[in-house]
């Protein structure tokens, strides 16, 4: 059981370049979302997915875009990098929406750095 | 606006003693609150809840406390170990909405042996 895996770990992009950041779970949830945290912030939503077929925009969702063709997958586009999109990535995911109840697994992160 | 703060970026404590990490909030319509462990190169792990309906939640040799008041909220690490050295987030949630937790900036514990 692999839990949450994303790749690549690091990537450099240059301005205006595209690139997808990857994200799987293997515990079979139906909720999965995509974080940023950078210095001095918390980490802050993009967009998330309750399930396959289904996502919605989070609290910074301006240049990137998701989409949700299984239940395991959940990969994060960026289609024109910024260099204000230099950040730490983290993909979750949870057997359910509320977060009193059900306990949301983390990735271990893709660290991007668009120059 | 940070909804949910961690005013103190570092805290360092001697192995055994009590580590007592704060956390602000402003948002009265936060009734749920949520501590993550994050160690370097790892996603954030859940490590302890609270409801505002309580006060106190204990886990071990972890504790938080809530003062609704005064919208506060403390970690205690007792004792303290090495290997809960880890950046510690702050986190919070209203009723409804998928997943709808604010975070807070963090603090770096270092608890030297």
């Known amino acids: 059981n692999a839990g949450v895996t994303q790749t690549p770990k690091f990537q450099v992009l240059k301005t205006g370049q595209s690139m997808t950041l990857q994200c799987a779970q293997d515990m079979n949830h139906e909720y999965m979302s995509w974080y940023r945290q950078d210095p001095g912030m918390g980490l802050r939503l993009i967009h998330y997915s309750v399930g396959a077929g289904i996502t919605d925009q989070g609290e910074v969702p301006n240049g990137y875009n998701v989409s949700r063709s299984t239940t395991e997958d959940f990969p994060l586009r960026l289609l024109s990098a910024a260099p204000s999109q230099t950040s730490v990535y983290f993909c979750?995911?949870?057997?359910?929406?509320?977060?009193?109840?059900?306990?949301?697994?983390f990735g271990p992160g893709t660290r991007l750095l668009v120059l | 606006d940070q909804q949910v703060k961690q005013n103190s970026p570092s805290l360092s404590v001697q192995e055994g003693r009590i580590s007592i990490l704060n956390c602000d909030y402003t948002?009265?319509?936060?009734?749920?609150f949520l501590w993550y462990k994050k160690y370097p190169a790892e996603g954030p792990t859940f490590l302890i809840s609270?409801?505002?309906?309580?006060d106190k939640n204990e886990d071990g040799r972890f504790t938080v406390f809530l003062n609704k008041s005064a919208k506060h909220l403390s970690l205690h690490i007792v004792p303290s170990q090495p290997g809960d050295s880890a950046v510690y987030f702050c986190a919070a949630t209203r009723s409804g909405g998928y997943q709808k937790v604010t975070f807070g900036t963090g603090t770096k514990l270092q608890v030297i042996p």
């Open positions: 948002n009265s319509m936060f009734d749920y």
């Open positions: 609270i409801s505002s309906i309580k």
């Open positions: 979750a995911s949870s057997w359910g929406a509320d977060p009193r109840v059900e306990t949301q697994y």
